[in-house]
């Protein structure tokens, strides 16, 4: 049986998985999400267990067939599977049946054996099971008997008088759809359901839906949560064997939540050391309309600071998927919260010039090109291509500029005097250098073997930050030299 022992689960080995796994995963992990494919089911991990609560007639039992066809899961319905056994004559059948006439709950030891027999003899490994847990004792025998945990409970919010018009129309000649027994399912339903409720409100895997409306609308309102599951499942695949205990906490603590997916993915790539296919997950989730509630985006984008480059756009475009890389950068680009900073390091970082220039297409269409971030940042790539007429061309006709253009440009062309000539310029355009600007500067002046002071530097702000400069870059010798000669 599939509990979640740690000494079962594959989540749970303590070795970390070969490069050859590694690779194999992420391939996998490519694969799935780039065909539509459905939710992949891989094997020996742990069961994906939905409860469905909700009231009688709520429309558990439609909605569940919905998501059985969309998703691929196996349909375990409590209240069937104890019709099944009056119907069959079992030991149990009669003091059921009474129970159900009654509209009383069934002793939850009988029930949740039924469960988990149903459940073994099933191949698959994502379950709804509908129409329980109907009280805490039915929970609590749950997690005895079973020893786990669902991983999301949806919840079909109905007020009563649509559930009893619906239960009086059901006509499936069921012994309990009489007006008398909906009235004490209901009252029972109120008594017992809400603990239960509470409970899973508490640990945040409840997902309470309207159930109001038609069939479809409804539908629509849980897709979401299942589409997320994708992601849920694809993540054990990519940790075949990849252990930790902040996996286990982000599982047990966050399981259900779409918000949950991004993170889950993301630290589980994250100790693979696979950002690039986090962030593809990030983003293909993205497109689907589950939005994280618990990373944002520029923390997300932080990670690939600390990764040095922004390989998501370099990897969609080695892959030659343009497309996918400018929507990539579009999503990057329009994030209100992101540093520009940050897109001069992305755009610097764009390994292909092809790249680059598809950008910089977009972004003079999307009538950007001289917001001066972007302009700054194209300047930076071009010249890190060594297109430095372009960076030149971008340069001139810039409306407006500031210490970071400067710094750009200059640096750009620090093999060469005209970084002295772009450095004098800004001088007379009034820009005021900075460290950076004095990096470049030394840089050139190094290159063509000329001393800082020859440049005559005639303001006072500029002598103290290049001595600064000088201190920073651990030259205090030469410092000193530069004021000895100089002065
Ligand atoms: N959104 C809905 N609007 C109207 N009728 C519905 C809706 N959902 C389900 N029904 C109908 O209501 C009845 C009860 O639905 P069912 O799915 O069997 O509820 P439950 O499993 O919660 O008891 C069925 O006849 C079903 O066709
Ligand atoms: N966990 C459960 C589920 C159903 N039942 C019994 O089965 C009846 C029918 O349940 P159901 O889920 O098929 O139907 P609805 O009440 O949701 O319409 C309930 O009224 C209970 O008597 C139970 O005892 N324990």
Redo the contacts with the bound molecule.
């Keep these: 049986m599939w509990r979640r022992a740690a000494s079962l689960s594959p989540l749970a080995s303590r070795s970390k998985p070969s490069k050859l796994c590694q690779e194999a995963c992420t391939f996998k992990v490519w694969e799935s999400f780039s065909s539509e494919s459905e939710i992949p089911t891989p094997s020996k991990v742990a069961p994906y267990i939905t409860f469905v609560l909700g009231g009688?007639?709520s429309g558990?039992g439609t909605q569940c067939a919905k998501i059985v066809e969309a998703f691929g899961f196996t349909h375990v319905?409590?209240?069937?599977l104890?019709r099944r056994e009056i119907a069959s004559n079992s030991a149990y059948g009669s003091v059921i049946l009474g129970?159900?006439r009654e509209?009383?709950?069934?002793p939850s030891q009988v029930?949740v054996q039924l469960i988990q027999k149903e459940m073994e003899s099933s191949d698959n490994d994502k379950f709804l099971i509908?129409?329980?847990?109907?009280s805490e004792q039915?929970r609590e025998a749950f997690e005895r008997i079973i020893g786990t945990e669902p991983n999301v409970v949806l919840f079909f919010d109905c007020p009563e008088q649509e559930m009893v018009k619906r239960?009086l129309n059901r006509n499936q000649g069921r012994v309990?759809d009489n007006i008398e027994t909906i009235k004490k399912?209901l009252e029972i339903f109120d008594e017992l359901n809400w603990p239960v409720i509470n409970h899973y409100s508490k640990t945040g895997k409840l997902h309470k839906i309207n159930a109001v409306g038609t069939v479809d609308d409804i539908f629509e309102k849980v897709r979401p949560i299942f589409a997320a599951l994708r992601y849920i499942l694809l993540f054990p695949i990519s940790c075949f064997q990849c252990s930790s205990s902040s996996i286990f906490n982000v599982l047990d603590n966050l399981e259900g939540r779409a918000g949950f997916c991004m993170e889950c993915a993301y630290l589980g790539y994250a100790e693979l050391g696979l950002y690039e296919d986090a962030m593809a997950l990030y983003f293909q989730m993205e497109e689907e309309g589950i939005e994280p509630d618990r990373f944002t985006f520029p923390q997300v984008l932080k990670a690939f600071g600390e990764l040095g480059s922004f390989r998501l756009v370099g990897m969609y475009a080695k892959r030659g998927n343009i497309v996918k890389a400018r929507k990539v950068f579009y999503k990057v680009a329009n994030r209100d919260k992101i540093s520009w900073y940050t897109t001069l390091t992305i755009l610097a970082a764009v390994p292909s010039l092809e790249l680059v220039v598809q950008i910089h297409r977009w972004v003079v269409r999307h009538g950007v090109e001289w917001n001066l971030s972007v302009a700054n940042a194209l300047i930076a790539a071009y010249s890190k291509h060594h297109e430095l007429n372009r960076a030149r061309r971008l340069f001139s006709h810039m409306p407006e500029r500031d210490v970071v253009t400067w710094d750009t440009i200059i640096s750009a062309h620090s093999k060469s005097r005209e970084a002295l000539l772009y450095f004098d310029q800004m001088e007379k355009d009034g820009a005021l250098p900075d460290n950076t600007t004095f990096v470049s500067i030394l840089s050139a002046c190094a290159n063509l073997g000329l001393r800082v002071f020859d440049l005559e530097l005639d303001n006072e702000y500029n002598f103290e930050l290049l001595m600064k400069v000088y201190g920073n870059v651990g030259r205090l010798e030469d410092a000193e030299r530069e004021i000895d000669d100089g002065g």
């Design positions: 009688p007639g558990k319905s409590a209240g069937d104890l129970t159900i509209g009383k709950i069934v029930t509908d129409g329980f847990p109907r039915n239960v309990d399912r």
